[in-house]
């Protein structure tokens, strides 16, 4: 018998979450965000699942190939672009689209030779100072674009630094209406907070993530609040159980003392599985549908739940961590982090089923 922690995947919650994304936006296409291996839910997989996307966007080339050589033929885009000339070559070969977003780029563009063109997005800095042209450099970076020979169909884009905030977003957005101006290019700035709050950015492409994955991106608003389902679920076991008295401690650096007689599950799942160490006594778990806590400290492959009110719940009950019926942004709450870190965390050693 293996060590009982799984990664349960839902390719139809995967399949429904885009759904809601389309609903949102009607006229707008969907770019479906899957980097970072599709927030931990497998790249493939996601893809396989949300395969009535018009696009995926990545940040490896060596992902963007992969969904090209496993059959996926609509476009692709690169969120970061490319980072030196000598991957334009598979980038055209592959029909893959780039983000341009610093002069460094139009340079290589510039003195590259290509067999076809490469389309682009032409990403504008509206106020986030990550990626992008600033607003004054936009109208040369188009231009540079519109005379390359080399430079198929243009997008514009931006992205919102606080799409969960409307104040900022309105600004962003109208910056960016500003630039767009009258030059007739489609446009993409919607991520999934803009896709779920602001209409007025949904623009030709929008580029929903997390709530693909069944997550909110507010901070004080639920997933089920917009019918998310969440995609991933995280399960493990009891394995062990201790009868803790009053004074006695759990885990590493006795962190958690009970006040009483206390019956204590041990847990198969820790920080090397991808559950946040940092979260503390009094995050919530289910074990066998019923929602206790945590106590005392995650360790490296294991962490401590108070089984004082599950007096029928012994070794081989069953915990979820998050997922159904615990939403991950609850958990990464008390944790002091988003859904988006525990998600991308989940680690490779966690055996992944899906249904
Ligand atoms: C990650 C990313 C998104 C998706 O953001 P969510 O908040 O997960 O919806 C959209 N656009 C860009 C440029 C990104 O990097």
Partial sequence: MNRPIRARIDLAALAHNLLIARRCAPRSQVLAVIKANAYGHGLLRAARALQDADGFAV?????????????????????????????????????????????????????????????????????????????????????????????????????????????????????????????????????SAAILSTPATHAEWVRPGIMLYGASPFPDRAHSEFGLLPAMTLSSEIIAVQQLDSGDAVGYGANYRSDGARRVGVVACGYADGYPRLAPTGTPALVAGQLTQTLGRVSMDMLCVDLSALPQAGVGAPVVLWGEGLAVDEVARKAGTLGYELLCALAPRVPVIES
Avoid: Y
């Fill in 59 to 191: 940040l490896d080339l060596e992902a963007a190939v992969c969904l090209r050589e496993s059959g996926f033929r609509r476009h692709i885009v690169l969120l970061q672009g490319f980072f030196a000339p000598d991957e334009l070559p598979l980038i055209a070969e592959n029909r893959l689209t780039v983000v341009i977003h610093h002069q460094e780029q139009i340079a290589m563009l510039a003195s590259a030779w290509l067999p076809v063109k490469i389309d682009v997005f032409l990403k504008i800095n509206t106020g986030m100072n990550r990626l992008g042209f600033k607003p004054s450099a936009f109208s040369a970076a188009l231009r540079a674009l519109q005379t390359n020979r080399l430079i198929g169909d243009i997008t514009l884009m931006t992205h919102f630094a606080s799409a969960d905030e409307a104040e900022g977003t309105m600004a962003q957005l109208n910056e960016f209406t500003n630039l767009r101006g009258d030059s007739g290019l489609p446009c993409s700035m919607a991520n």
